[in-house]
Every structure is written in structure tokens, then in C-alpha cells.
């Protein structure tokens, strides 16, 4: 089976601090795919990351960075000195890809990015 | 170049009342997902469709619930009759088929059955 964990529900921290929300996947399949998404206050899922199985190099993307562990099935994202439009949930996604469209998602982590 | 675009953004209805909602996904795009958001359940996927096809709508709650994909740059969402639990914002995502398949998502309609 196919899983997706986000065990944080919601974070706090105060601007400027770095912060990592977690996410840990299941599955079996050796070619998958995971991804990142944010959702700001207003409501809209941003698409932030893709990453594939056989790539486990680290990724920075400004204060963004991604933190990709096969042997611990984790994905990490980490946002460095964060700032209050930091503040949104962030979704986790696994997909296997090839014909199955569908991502499986996790329940998503909360952050809040307080001045 | 436009994102996905939804319509209504905003649908208040009375219990009983048909809803339609639309969605034109990225040109070029050839998988199409719906989507409803609420607090208790989170992100669950409805149905979604590859080249216009429906290929897996075992998230779509009952016989209520039906959408369309007429053509690749049109779909539709239709509840009927709705319920009040029906309540939530749903999305519509649109994905290229291809090696990698991140989605795309519209703004979201958000749904009020009274």
C-alpha cells in the first residue's frame, strides 16, 4: 500500500527561524515520484517541488531546500529564516507514476509564521 | 500562458438545487482531476480523467455526483440533487501525461449548500 505520513499537524515558530516540516512515504514500487505543495491563507495549492526515485540529490531553491532519503523514506522540506508569507499548509504527495495519474496525499502541516 | 481556470469561484445554493461547476485545465495538459476540500476529510480525489476518458472515479461519493470531460479543454462537476454536506471547496487540477505528472491546480470553487 501506498502512504503518505505528515505526523506534524501544526508548527509555530517566530519570523527568521528555520524550520522542517516532515513527511515519510510508503510503497513498493522502486520508480515513484514525490512533490510538494503549499496552500496560502487564500486558498490555492502551488505546486513547489517534484522529485523521483532515483534522485536523491538535495534540491535549494532560495530558503527553500529538500532534504530526499531513501533509506528513510523521507522527503523533508526545510525553510530557512522563515517569513510570515511562509505562513500556509504544506502537502506532501506520492506517485508511482507511468499510467496510475493519481497522487496519494498526506493530511498536510500547518505553519505558522509569527512576527 | 493561463492556469486552470474554475467557475463559479464562489456557489451558495439551497438543499435540493442542481450545481454544475467547470473547469478548463492548461492547454496542452491531458489529465484532468477533481477535487473536494473540507477540515474533517482533507484532499480527496473524485474522479480524474486521461485524454478525456474517465479512468478512475472510485472517490466520487455516490450516484449525486457525476462529471464530464466533453473535450480536452472543458469539464464538468455536477451534484444533484445537493446536500448540505456536500459543503467544501473543490478543486480541478490539470497534469501532462508524461514521466513526471505534478498537477496543476485551479483556484477552487467553493461550495455552500444551505
Known amino acids: 500500500a501506498q502512504k503518505v505520513t505528515q505526523a506534524q499537524t501544526e508548527i509555530s515558530v517566530v519570523e527568521k527561524e528555520d524550520v522542517t516540516l516532515d513527511c515519510v512515504y510508503e510503497?513498493?514500487?522502486?520508480?515513484?515520484?514525490l512533490f510538494w505543495y503549499k496552500q496560502p491563507p487564500s486558498g490555492e495549492l502551488v505546486f513547489l517541488i517534484r522529485r523521483n526515485s532515483f534522485d536523491e540529490q538535495n534540491e535549494i531553491s532560495g530558503r527553500y531546500s529538500w532534504n530526499f532519503q531513501k533509506s528513510t523514506s523521507s522527503f523533508n522540506f526545510t525553510i530557512t529564516a522563515s517569513q510570515v508569507v511562509d505562513s500556509a499548509v504544506y502537502f506532501c504527495?506520492?506517485?508511482?507514476?507511468?499510467?496510475?495519474?493519481?497522487?496519494?496525499w498526506g493530511l498536510g502541516t500547518s505553519l505558522a509564521v509569527n512576527p | 500562458d493561463a492556469g486552470v481556470i474554475q467557475s463559479p469561484r464562489h456557489e451558495v445554493t439551497e438543499m435540493g438545487q442542481e450545481v454544475t461547476l467547470r473547469c478548463k485545465p492548461i492547454?496542452?495538459?491531458?489529465?484532468l482531476f477533481w477535487y473536494r476540500q473540507t477540515m474533517m476529510r482533507g484532499l480527496e480525489l473524485l474522479i480524474y480523467?486521461?485524454?478525456?476518458?474517465?479512468?478512475?472515479d472510485s472517490g466520487m461519493p455516490e450516484d449525486r455526483f457525476s462529471a464530464k470531460m466533453p473535450n480536452a479543454s472543458f469539464s464538468t462537476l455536477k451534484i444533484q440533487p445537493s446536500e448540505p454536506r456536500d459543503s467544501a471547496v473543490y478543486f480541478c487540477?490539470?497534469?501532462?501525461?508524461?514521466?513526471?505528472?505534478?498537477?496543476?491546480f485551479g483556484p477552487g470553487t467553493r461550495l455552500t449548500v444551505l
Open positions: 504527495a506520492l506517485s508511482t507514476g507511468g499510467n496510475n495519474r493519481k497522487l496519494i
Open positions: 480523467f486521461n485524454n478525456n476518458v474517465p479512468i478512475d
Open positions: 510503497t513498493r514500487d522502486t520508480t515513484y515520484y
Open positions: 487540477a490539470s497534469s501532462y501525461i508524461g514521466p513526471y505528472n505534478e498537477q496543476f
Open positions: 492547454s496542452g495538459h491531458n489529465s
